[in-house]
């Protein structure tokens, strides 16, 4: 396809906010909408000069009669360019809650599941200049810090796979003059005009701010802006973590005094990177609930938080799982189990993974010589048969059984740099 100097202009900045060297596999998130289908033919281009094989995946959410023929408009533009095409349908919404929010965490499910079942190490995504200012602008109605004020990063990485937005600094216009220039078409997605979302009340508002010269590309730069700042505060969260807070066996325990001693911006990333790294969960707590816990760690006091308790322990505060998180939740022998907990051992073919309670302690009676909080130990793995607790390793009775965290969970000191 022959590209005119606007269109090597587009690739030029496409390709410099790629990685330097692609993975052999690339995958392409793409609706139908002019960002993704621009996307999509602009990867083309540097796939061929490079070498690399493209897959796409469109995520039909079946919220519009029209949504399975818009997946369809899509395979046939990926076929026309030799690209693997396929569609990824959400079926598991139970019209309760916010519809917009489920819909984007399935769609994020969705895509990374694919990716790992096709090989693909990275997802390429659309989002542009003018989707990270409408993102700012909500954030700023949300009253947001630092971190939610530097909006969509780059980079980052979901269920063992790399998501990229190489487009954060293209407008939208851009990307639609280059369409138009290739004579390539695009699908309107009609809810882009429902005001009753807050995108879309966002993309208004930055239409009225433009002459005030708030645009797209500042409010991409204040958030660029904003991301060097949050990195210096997670190096910072990270160092002062490794002075004052410890793994032990999937809890991270606080030294008190040192926590309190740091800034309190500090104290919440290393709390709420502690909450995340120990329930796995994609989003941080609500801000007042952040504030509960920070007072109950700071002043001695039980709280909970996240899916997790905070447990005073003398001059230490432990934070770890809350059994009500885990109540009834079981996995097979050889499967992970809450998401990060896998067992080795003696193969018992009836036996099952669960989580140790009040009617486990009561099996154990020398459990208080592990040095572990009795909360702590109700939330942690062990295994069952039936009502006969067979191994509890962590409360000190192994019984030949050894639990461990998942070899992809990542290091808590390490996540700190991620939130």
Not at 111 to 133: E, F, N, P, S, Y
Not at 311 to 339: H, M, T, Y
Not at 402 to 412: C, G, I, N, Q, T
């Amino acid at each position: 396809m022959f590209l005119t100097s606007h269109a090597d202009s587009l690739k030029s900045d496409l390709r410099a906010r790629l990685p330097k060297v692609l993975p052999r596999r690339l995958g392409i998130a793409v609706s139908g909408g002019g960002d993704s289908v621009a996307l999509m033919h602009l990867l083309h281009e540097i796939a061929q000069a490079e070498g690399i094989e493209l897959r796409v995946a469109t995520v039909d959410h079946g919220l519009r009669a029209a949504s399975a023929d818009e997946a369809q408009t899509v395979a046939r533009q990926a076929q026309r360019l030799g690209i693997s095409h396929d569609t990824l349908r959400w079926q598991d919404w139970d019209q309760t809650g916010n519809l917009q929010d489920q819909a984007r965490q399935a769609r994020y499910s969705l895509l990374t599941k694919w990716a790992r079942d096709q090989d693909v190490a990275a997802i390429a995504l659309g989002h542009t200049a003018d989707d990270q200012a409408e993102t700012v602008l909500m954030r700023l109605g949300r009253a947001a810090g630092v971190t939610g004020l530097s909006a969509m990063s780059a980079t980052r990485s979901q269920g063992g796979v790399q998501l990229l937005r190489p487009l954060l600094d293209v407008t939208r216009q851009r990307l639609r003059n280059y369409l138009t220039e290739i004579d390539v078409g695009w699908i309107e997605d009609p809810s882009n005009q429902d005001t009753r979302f807050d995108r879309i009340k966002a993309r208004k508002a930055l239409q009225d701010l433009e002459p005030a010269g708030i645009t797209p590309e500042v409010l991409t730069r204040v958030a660029e802006n904003l991301a060097q700042a949050r990195e210096a505060l997670a190096r910072y969260a990270q160092e002062s973590a490794r002075k004052i807070a410890s793994v032990n066996d999937g809890d991270v325990v606080l030294d008190r005094a040192g926590f309190g001693a740091l800034p309190d911006e500090i104290q919440r990333r290393i709390l709420v990177g502690a909450v995340l790294w120990i329930s796995g969960a994609g989003y941080s707590p609500r801000r007042t609930t952040v504030a509960q816990a920070l007072k109950a760690v700071l002043s001695g006091q039980a709280g909970s938080i996240g899916g997790c308790l905070v447990v005073p322990q003398g001059n230490k505060a432990w934070i770890c799982r809350e059994f009500g998180a885990i109540e009834g939740l079981s996995a097979p022998l050889g499967e992970r189990w809450d998401g990060r907990w896998v067992f080795s051992g003696p193969k018992v073919e009836t036996a099952e993974i669960r989580g140790l309670g009040e009617g486990g302690l009561l099996q154990l009676p020398d459990w208080r010589v592990t040095g572990r909080p009795r909360l702590a130990l109700k939330s942690s793995p062990s295994i069952w048969q039936g009502t006969d607790l067979l191994a509890a390793p962590l409360a000190g009775h192994s019984n030949g059984w050894r639990a461990e965290l998942a070899s992809d969970w990542p290091e808590f000191h390490t996540l700190l740099l991620s939130h």
